[in-house]
């Protein structure tokens, strides 16, 4: 099947999958593979028309967020020089509607961690706990249910390489399984609403709040902040901060709750409504320029 997209409804779809916002995609040749809703599906971007395989249009339109006005989008966080140039280097970008249980597991685990870090966790849970998928000769597995991971001997959990992760993946997963904690409810409340409870889960502090806000739960003003984030702040919007606190921050390797917290909101006041997007162009153009 295909899609063809029009200025107004743009994507590029290699930005989209490799700026650090998802960890299981695979390219292989021409075409990227994932795994969603139980099956692999693959898909491939030829100029304006996306082909894909295994998927409906409309899963394909939902998940690559192609339904957000990208151009209105971008217009209103181009705020200065610095957006102006990665939206430049980067228009197409546009953030994921991840499923939020593998989205939270996911982020849970790249606590601390690098991309190739978290990648090998993820694949070592699935391939553990999940069912294992074929397309095109290449092996798959779907994500671990919450099911599968609260009831998993811990001992097995660890062997995926967790560390001191293998008790919150544990934890989290048998209040989802149990109902105790309604992941589906959070799309449908506020970004504040959201963030609180998501906060009342083993593992989750801010960041990971943020990020299942942005890439999964439709919280486009969310704002993480990560060390990539916190450099690029302190390299071009130093000044709306009195230099004392750049100076405390700058020396240090990690956030206080309250450091955080100010500079989240620093991010979600100055970009507005759409501040996850600023933060996702920042974060993959500063990574690019390295």
């Known amino acids: 099947m295909n899609i063809h997209l029009s200025h107004l409804c743009s994507l590029n779809l290699d930005f989209t999958l490799s700026c650090g916002q998802s960890f299981r995609w695979e390219k292989l040749g021409e075409w990227w593979y994932g795994v969603a809703k139980e099956k692999v599906f693959k898909i491939q971007q030829i100029s304006n028309e996306l082909l894909f395989e295994n998927a409906d249009a409309d899963f394909i339109k939902e998940y690559f967020g192609l339904r957000d006005d990208l151009p209105r989008i971008l217009s209103q966080i181009a705020k200065d020089e610095q957006v102006k140039n990665a939206v430049r280097a980067l228009e197409g970008l546009r953030i994921l509607r991840q499923d939020p249980w593998e989205c939270l597991i996911s982020y849970i685990c790249a606590t601390y961690k690098n991309i190739p870090a978290i990648k090998r966790m993820l694949f070592n849970l699935s391939k553990r706990f999940g069912e294992k998928t074929a397309s095109d000769g290449y092996d798959f597995y779907t994500f671990p249910t919450p099911e599968k991971l609260a009831k998993a001997n811990i001992k097995d ?5 967790l560390g001191y992760r293998t008790g919150y993946v544990s934890e989290t997963a048998k209040r989802v399984y149990s109902g105790d904690f309604d992941l589906k409810k959070l799309r449908k409340i506020s970004y504040e609403k959201a963030r609180r409870e998501l906060l009342n889960l083993p593992g989750v502090g801010l960041k990971v709040a943020d990020c299942v ?10 704002f993480p902040v990560d060390v990539w984030i916190k450099r690029i702040i302190l390299k071009y919007y130093s000044n709306n901060f009195e230099k004392k606190f750049i100076k405390k921050i700058s020396l240090k390797k ?20 759409y ?4 933060q996702e162009y920042l974060y993959h153009y500063e990574r690019t320029q390295c």
């Open 157 to 161: 959990l660890a062997e995926c390489g």
């Open 213 to 222: 806000s942005l890439f999964s739960l439709e919280k486009l003003e969310a």
């Open 254 to 273: 990690s956030l206080t709750r309250s450091e955080y917290e100010r500079l989240s909101l620093f991010g979600r006041r100055y970009f507005g409504e």
């Open 275 to 278: 501040a996850g997007y600023a």
